[in-house]
């Protein structure tokens, strides 16, 4: 059955996404004094003084010769995280889902534009989840999948969203419901990589599924999997391969350094030069040829660690650390910045922040 035959939905306010109303910016620009909040308790609070002791900062990789250097932003318009990704067209971020105001299911979508350092909300998602996958493709956003319940009770629902209209519809589900996939577009394509399924902590397990949806014909279909299955990854397209780097494998209990590159002209995988520092829920951006890996947790670890991967030497060195360590977060280059929004300062989901920092090589 094609898109074309499945009920249309409409979001909340057909207004053009240039014309949706700017919110209010928080105070927070501090990194304290409201810009956190609990998961199960409103009101802002400050930075949870546990973050000062799960906080990691160090990398065994090598120095780079150019840091780089991390700036504060407008903070997001209310905490949150475990909103898995953000994906960047045209000058702006978006993040859609994941926790805030005491819920694991929002729909919100904020929209982020770096010319004037702002926030404004779009269309919220038709499926209020946390840990969707993102991206664009042809001027498109995608979000696939997500968790109904607490980082776990996947769904199959997937949506696209039409910036110049403002509005989501509904396209061909998942052929099984997943949550914490990599999505990436590339060669007019989206591919859905790893992920997790349970609907309960005890059977939550991480998978090696790997899908790609063909928009004109609205389907999916398998592909060869990810060696390792695992799921809150760092996943992107690099020219014309794809690199999912690092992740969990079942638990943050048990991350992976694992790092492999996949060809769809051979439908295959090789592994390449280990992450180093193993972690999930970090950001991964490409930012002038090198792939940046920020934050991300462990067992008691939320880490801050910059670290990049050089393509062309399959060689790791770090950069400037995070100024807010921090998982579960928003990440995307927005022109010549790495934007990286939200996310959880300790280990966990029970507290989330409204930090925005970018990162700048200069």
């Known amino acids: 059955m094609t898109s074309l035959s499945r009920r249309r939905f409409i979001a909340t306010g057909a207004a053009t996404l240039a014309t949706a109303p700017v919110l209010a910016q928080q105070p927070g620009h501090e990194h304290h004094g409201g810009a956190y909040e609990r998961l199960n308790q409103p009101g802002r609070i400050d930075r949870p003084e546990l973050a000062k002791t799960q906080n990691v900062f160090d990398s065994p990789a090598p120095k780079a010769a150019n840091p780089g250097r991390w700036q504060t932003k407008a903070p997001l318009p209310m905490p949150r995280s475990e909103m898995a990704w953000a994906t960047a067209h045209e000058g702006k971020m978006h993040i859609v889902g994941g926790y805030a105001e005491q819920r694991v299911d929002r729909p919100y979508h904020h929209v982020y534009e ?25 001027g498109k956003l995608y979000a696939i999948g997500g968790f109904l319940e607490q980082n776990r009770k996947p769904h199959s629902g997937c949506f696209v969203y039409d910036p110049k209209r403002n509005v989501w519809d509904e396209i061909c589900p998942l052929p ?10 590339l060669n007019g394509r989206l591919h859905a990589i790893g992920g997790a399924i349970g609907d309960t902590f005890d059977t939550k397990k991480s998978v090696d599924w790997h899908l790609v949806y063909y928009p004109k014909a609205d389907t999916w279909e398998h592909v060869a999997p990810l060696p390792t299955g695992r799921d809150h990854t760092g996943t992107l397209a690099i020219g014309p391969v794809i690199h999912v780097i690092g992740g969990r494998v079942d638990s943050f209990h048990t991350n992976s350094n694992l790092h492999h590159a996949y060809d769809p002209a051979t439908d295959k995988w090789t592994p390449r030069a280990p992450l180093p520092t193993a972690r999930s829920g970090h950001g991964a951006v490409l930012y002038r040829g090198k792939v940046f890996v920020m934050g991300g947790e462990g067992t008691n670890r939320v880490f801050g660690q910059m670290e990049a991967y050089d393509p062309a030497a ?49």
């Open 176 to 185: 099984r419901a997943i949550g914490s996939a990599a999505i990436v577009s």
């Open 114 to 138: 770096a010319a004037s350092d702002r926030w404004s909300d779009a269309a919220p998602l038709l499926q209020g989840a946390n840990h969707v996958g993102v991206a664009f493709l042809d």
């Open 314 to 362: 399959d060689a790791w060195e770090q950069y400037a650390p995070m100024l807010t360590p921090r998982h579960g977060l928003g990440a995307a280059l927005v022109g010549d910045t790495i934007h990286v929004a939200g996310g959880g300062p300790i280990m966990g989901g029970g507290v989330q922040s409204a930090v925005h920092e970018a990162f700048v090589l200069g």
